[in-house]
Each structure stands twice: as structure tokens, then as C-alpha cells.
């Protein structure tokens, strides 16, 4: 195909960021992916400012020049607004605050291509309009489907895609949300979405994103381990085994392994939190999470125990697969409390494996 082989959704976060520096080059060069800007409702325009500069730098400075889609759809109202009017070619210098800076800053050399879609604000969508015509690094289109493609607005898909620029290139991400095992009819809404949408526009690219692993809850957790089904990747499956002709251009994407609340979650203060999480494991059928704690006496020999865990399962791909096996193979082996890192080095670790055993399967 043309285009990406996986778009992982990926938050700017430090655990997010290292995980994709992680990955070797043979897998990070199927990889394209969609980073999403953590919420941060209510913050200072000043504040906001910053924390984006913040973000964006870490983003780029994993990149390395690598394409990249970014996003900020958890914005509310204001900082929507804030951010539309600090792209808006149409304003003075005064009016271009250090948001926009933040943003797209060297917009034309980067590879971050803008993101926005039939759901935000129209001057939300102007402004990515006008920044992809801009600096012709791209743009994407985000839809959202929870549910069935009947309750998508199509009026208003349409009427953003007519406004695009023909000498702008665009890409579809049609983005599922969770995909949770009673969701049994996803398969066929994303065929039909797929069927109305594609025609519409000469994509450069299309990819069908999905929510990966569960939110990680007590009650997921409460016998310390858990396995759920990988019904996004069989959704995909069902979607290619139609065999339309815009396969050329479809590309699968989920949300690595965090989940699409965890995705959501605000920028960690480092305070508070339940005092334990999970390591993630994704085999050929399933997502695997055993219950690790996160202080407390007896931390490490419990984080190694549940380590040993993910090296018993059958299907353990062994150190030679990626970095993240070997940092399991070497946290349960260890000794003491060096090593077994803490909640962002668990996802991380998850994201490693994850992204790598995905871009084996696709390509085989």
C-alpha cells in the first residue's frame, strides 16, 4: 500500500513519546501516528501556551522528521476557540498568540499535519483549513462513530471536505471509538461508512481506528489478571476481508495500548491514583493485563511476580521481539526494586510491544 501500514492513536505524553523512539526502525517506518494533545480545560491562555510548547516538543523531538498526524479533540469551547484564532492567517501579529507558535511552529518543514473534523467549530475547522493550504504538509479529517454510521451527520461531512483545498492532500480517520466484544455489528457499519465516505474525496489516506485495550478498573481487575478479546482487530479483519478497491489506501489504527478513556485522562500531577495498575501484553486473539501495584510494601517481588505472569503465557514472544519482551524478561528475572519501573514505564512497556507485534501482523 501507498500509505502507512498502522496509525497508532498515541497521547503526547513522556511514556507515549519513548515508547515510538523505542520502536526499531523497521516497524517505526510502517508507523504514522495520530498524536493526541492532552486535555487542559480551563487553563490560563498563558498556561495553555506552554503546556501545548511543551507537548509539541516532545512530539517532534520523537518524530525526527517522521510524518505525524496531531490532534486536540478533547479541547473545550474556549480552547478550541483559543486555538483557531491563533492559526487564523487572518489575524495581526499581536493576534498570533505563542499557542499558534506552539502548534505548528517551522509549519514548513514539519510533519505534523493538522487534524479536525465535522464535529468542532467552524472557525476550528477554517483554521486547519487555512494552515493545511498553508504549509501543505496535509490534513486530516477525524470522524467519530461510536455507533452505527446512521447517526454520523453526512450533511456535515460533505460540506467540510467540499471546502478543503484540491491542491491539499487529505486523509480519512475514521475513528470507531471502544470496540468492546458486544459491539457485534462494528464490522459492517464501518463497511458501510467506508462505502459512503471513500468515493466522496481522492483520500491520500484511509484508516479505521479503533479502541485497543480495556480501561484498566478494579472490576476488570479484581482476580489480578484479565483477558478480553482483541474485537478491534477482528473488526479489521472482517473490513479487509471485503476486498473493496480502496484497499490500497485503508490502513488500521487503534489506541495502542491504552484505552480510549486512558487516552483522555489530563497530564499525571504525580500525586494520588489507585496503588495499582497493570502490565499489557497483546497476543495473536487477546489483550493480557496482570495487576501490578504501584507502592506499598512488597511493590517489586509483586511487580516481578506479575511479570513472570506475562512471560508463562504461550503466546510470550521472547526478549529477541522487541525491547519491551526484553524489559519483562529482565523485571522478572531481576532483584530488588531496580527495574520495575513505575505506571508510565508499564505503558510504555505495553506500547513497545503492542505497536511491534501489530506491525508483524499486518505485514504478514
Known sequence: MSGPLYVPVLPAKQHACQAYRQLIPAVRAAVVPLWNLPPRQGAHPDALAE??????????????????????????????????????VDADEEQRSALAEALFADAGVSPLRPVTGPDRSEAHQ???????????????????????????????????????????????????????????????????????????????????????????????????????????WRVWTEVRSSRREFDSILAYGDYGADSTRGIARPPSTGKGGPPWNALRYTTGESYVLVKAPTRGPGRAAAVRAAAQDVLALPDFRGPVASRAETWLRDCAHGHGPKGTGNVGDWLRVGHVQHMAHVVRSLRT
Open 126 to 232: 477554517n483554521a486547519m483549513l487555512r494552515h493545511a493550504r498553508a504549509t501543505g504538509s496535509g490534513l486530516g479529517i477525524r470522524l467519530m462513530m461510536p455507533g452505527h454510521w446512521d447517526d454520523v451527520p453526512l450533511h456535515a461531512v460533505r460540506d467540510l471536505i467540499t471546502r478543503v483545498d484540491p491542491a491539499v492532500e487529505a486523509d480519512l480517520l475514521l475513528d470507531l471509538g471502544a470496540v468492546p466484544a458486544d459491539r457485534t455489528d462494528a464490522a459492517k457499519e464501518t463497511r458501510r461508512a467506508l462505502d459512503a465516505l471513500l468515493p466522496l474525496f481522492p483520500w491520500r489516506t484511509a484508516a479505521v481506528l479503533g479502541g485497543a485495550f480495556p480501561d484498566v478498573t478494579a472490576r476488570l481487575l479484581e482476580r489480578g489478571s484479565a483477558v478480553v478479546p482483541r474485537s478491534d
Open 51 to 88: 503546556g501545548v510548547r511543551h507537548d509539541l516538543r516532545r512530539v517532534r523531538t520523537a518524530l525526527r522528521r517522521h510524518p505525524a498526524w496531531v490532534d486536540c479533540p478533547f479541547a473545550d469551547e474556549a480552547q478550541q476557540s483559543a486555538l483557531a484564532g491563533a492559526l487564523s
